[in-house]
């Protein structure tokens, strides 16, 4: 039996360090999809403890603000899943419109400072 935590991480465009190292340090099982399709499906078989995801603002969405807004629905109906959201800070603004509608554990700024990722990892820990 698995007794770890499990992390869905969805890196769709990247071009930052893969913080697989830390999300085992901080005794988590790490999944990687690098779509949120992909991600939705996993996330209903794995029903992981956290999901880090980017956010990618995408102006020509006419129907919803980002790539996240569907992984979001998807995560409401699960009883114990929280997110942890990297974006840049020029689209900060169009982020909080996404927290407006959900809740997100934490958001973490380009670029991503490992120390605050163990820190939100942690605070999760201890809300389980």
């Known amino acids: 039996m698995n007794t770890k935590k499990q992390l869905l991480a969805v890196v769709e465009l990247g071009g930052y360090p893969d913080f697989t190292p830390i999300y085992e340090s901080m005794g988590y099982e790490v999944t990687m999809e690098n779509?949120?399709?992909n991600a939705i499906r996993t996330l209903k078989k794995l029903k992981p403890?956290?999901?880090?995801?980017?956010?990618?603002?995408q102006s020509d969405f006419r129907d919803r603000t980002s790539n996240l807004e569907s992984l979001l629905s998807t995560m409401q109906w699960l009883e114990?899943?929280?997110?942890?959201?990297?974006?840049?800070?020029?689209y900060e603004h169009q982020l909080e419109?996404?927290?407006?509608?959900?809740?997100l554990h934490t958001t973490l700024p380009f670029p991503i400072e490992e120390e605050s990722l163990?820190?939100?990892l942690h605070e999760l820990s201890q809300t389980e």
Not at 49 to 57: G, I, K, Q, R, S
Request: proline share 0%.
């Open 35 to 37: 779509s949120v399709r």
């Open 49 to 57: 403890e956290v999901v880090v995801a980017e956010f990618n603002f």
């Open 80 to 90: 114990k899943s929280e997110i942890v959201i990297f974006f840049e800070k020029e």
């Open 97 to 103: 419109k996404l927290k407006v509608q959900y809740t």
């Open 118 to 120: 163990r820190h939100a």
